[in-house]
């Protein structure tokens, strides 16, 4: 299924630059708020036991 785009990346202020999304200087407060919250929500769950965020069983039993 595809991933839905946010709205903010739609915006002329929007900048997608690789590792470096920013918005142009004079975009409205509501899309400052909309990119944070969006940035804010994006976790990395690489804990220890994990790949991709999946518990993997060690000691192997089988």
Do not use: C
């Not at 509501?30 to 790949?51: F, P, V």
């Amino acid at each position: 299924m595809p991933r839905m785009k946010p709205k903010f990346t739609k915006s002329p202020y929007f900048v997608a630059e690789p590792g470096n999304w920013h918005l142009k200087p004079g975009a409205p407060k509501e899309l400052e708020l909309e990119l944070a919250q969006y940035l804010n929500n994006l976790t990395i769950n690489d804990e220890g036991g994990t790949i991709n965020g999946n518990h993997i069983e060690y000691p192997y039993s089988q």
